[in-house]
């Protein structure tokens, strides 16, 4: 118990210092317009109150992602509970603040027009091919958990088709529709239904019988299957998740004001650390253990999981939670991943404010929609797999995007740049070790896995060398 309530108590305050710290490094000022008044077009662009605009936030970047990832990478024990704490304060809220704020600061701009500043033009193409795969992984992972859902909940009078074609055909209305229609009167309630299931849970632990599990460092996998890089990629919503660079221009496009930055961006994302953590103990304790846990995810996954802990903990309030959870959840997660999808493609086909026609939308739409509807078809698992790597991928170059930002304003660079480097040696080495890429041998990934972080860091080193030897031989230099 003293475990969870410390790891909570961390969360919060890093929320109120490290948050402030974060803010004052970037340095804002409210007499900077933002793009919901410049660039108001009445459809994505609009002025929102801030505390809506954290809901909604908190769902794009959510749904059930903290809730699956946090009880699939809560197998590895009381280690998944830190990665959960540090990764959301000093890598995850980072992450999704500057993702935010430098939209923001750029009229609104999306993720890979951000890389292109930053990083140059080659890794926007890049980034630009890797985030539309991402934003269509996750729509049809999000569409095809659902769809199996609602056919098993309706005993089969809704088959697996059907359900995907309903779900589908409300992605692309809530797509091209003004954010305020949808998205920004529907969100704010299953935002509510997010925290209350989290609450709830919370509260079941509190007066359980049943042992909190204590800190501890070591892994208790049934398996063995190592914490280095797995657990970093299995919680990833919760901690960090590259998905959410692409979700925070959607509410960079409707922030008031820059000191909101924090309450929206750094906020959602420690309210998401909050969940994950509530929901990985809640496995851990429910099924007395990792190995009475692995063999519940082996049986039902994740859903099944999260439906037991539901019902036995919350009686007949925790089956319609679950049901709301389960199945509205992940489907606001897809609705707004497609949203980002045809603004991104919108923004690189025809370029920034050139595409405010319904018509126009709507065929973006289309274009991203038909890939995704397609992949929701196959195998989930698979879609699982993949939607990992390319995450935990986009999340490392976002915070490169962070340092170079900062080290060009002189600015304390390390805040981002430390953690950059870490996701990037997860990436490195679970792209050599994990089975649906390389799946080479753990120590020669491990090995391998430190070239990328070598190379990076010995980038990161030569541009605070370049900026320091700039700065002595001129000190009005300007950055």
Known sequence: MLTLFISLFLLVTGYLVYG????????????????????????????????KGWLIQLLNIAGLGPVFGAVAGAVYGPPALIWIVLGSIFAGAVHDYFSGMLSLRHGGSQFPAIVEKYLGKGVKVFIYIVSLALMILVTAAFTAGPAELIELKS????????????????????????IDKIIGKIY??????????????????????????NLTFENQHPEGLPVWPLIMVTISCGAISGFHSTQSPIIARTVKKESDGRRVFFGAMIAEGVIALIWATAGMTFFHGTSGLAEALAVGGPAGVIDTISIEMLGS????????????????????????????????VAGMRKSKRAPKMFWMTVCVGIPAFLLSTIDYMFLWRYLGFTNQMVAATMLWVATV????????????????????????????????????????????????????????VKAILKLRTAEVKDPAYEH
């Open 20 to 51: 402030k710290i974060v803010e004052r490094i970037f340095v804002i000022d409210d007499k900077n317009p933002t793009p919901a008044y410049n660039n108001n077009d009445g459809v994505d662009y609009m002025p929102m109150h801030p505390f």
């Open 155 to 178: 005993g089969g009078a809704i088959p697996f088709f059907v359900a995907l074609i309903i779900i589908f055909t409300y992605f692309v209305i809530a797509a091209v529709l003004p």
């Open 188 to 213: 704010p309630f299953f935002g509510a239904v997010l925290i209350i299931m989290a609450v709830s849970v919370l509260l079941g632990l509190i007066f359980s019988s049943t042992p909190i599990p």
């Open 317 to 348: 309030a925790g089956a319609i939670l679950a049901f709301l959870g389960a199945i509205i959840l992940p489907i606001t997660t897809g609705d707004t991943a497609l949203r980002s999808s045809r603004m991104m493609l919108t923004e690189a």
């Open 405 to 460: 930002y900062l080290l060009r304003e002189a600015k304390f660079h390390y805040i981002a740049g430390i953690p950059a480097l870490f996701m990037t040696g997860v990436v490195g080495t679970y792209f050599l070790y994990a089975p649906e890429t390389l799946n080479l041998g753990y120590n020669i990934s491990i090995i391998g896995g430190l070239i990328p972080v070598a190379v990076t860091g010995y980038l990161y």
